[in-house]
Nanobody
Framework: QVQLAESGGGLVQAGGSLRLSCQAS????????MGWFRQAQGKEREFVAA????????DYADSVKGRFTISRDTAKNTVYLQMNSLKPEDTAVYYC??????????????????WGQGTQVTVSS
């Protein structure tokens, strides 16, 4: 069993930065994929970024490429999402998730096994 806890959300002006953290408790195996998703009010949950726990390969949604960076610290069992040049359309609840299995399905939220409680990010214009 894995528990995930996000932190670092808040209110920021457009153009600003935030860093989200996701602390994992329990055993994270090398085959795990860690993802960040977000859900804006009235919209479906969408993929933001993913990272392979062992090799550290990364992937990003087109909407955040060049602005967001996902990373992990395996010693601390923590995944980060550095968000720069934030836009009002980035406003959402951000969720950390863990998937036991193939990298192939990293963008599909329905195929993740563990989820955090979410952290609110609000970007004002």
């Amino acid at each position: 069993q894995v528990q995930l806890a996000e932190s670092g959300g808040g209110l920021v002006q457009a153009g600003g930065s935030l860093r989200l953290s996701c602390q994992a408790s329990g055993r994270i195996f090398s085959t795990y994929v860690m993802g960040w998703f977000r859900q804006a009010q009235g919209k479906e949950r969408e993929f933001v970024a993913a990272i392979g726990w062992s090799g550290g390969g990364t992937d990003y949604a087109d909407s955040v490429k060049g602005r967001f960076t996902i990373s992990r610290d395996t010693a601390k069992n923590t995944v980060y999402l550095q968000m720069n040049s934030l836009k009002p359309e980035d406003t959402a609840v951000y969720y950390c998730a863990a998937r036991r299995g193939s990298w192939t399905y990293r963008t599909d939220p329905t195929l993740y096994d563990y989820w955090g409680q979410g952290t609110q990010v609000t970007v004002s214009s």
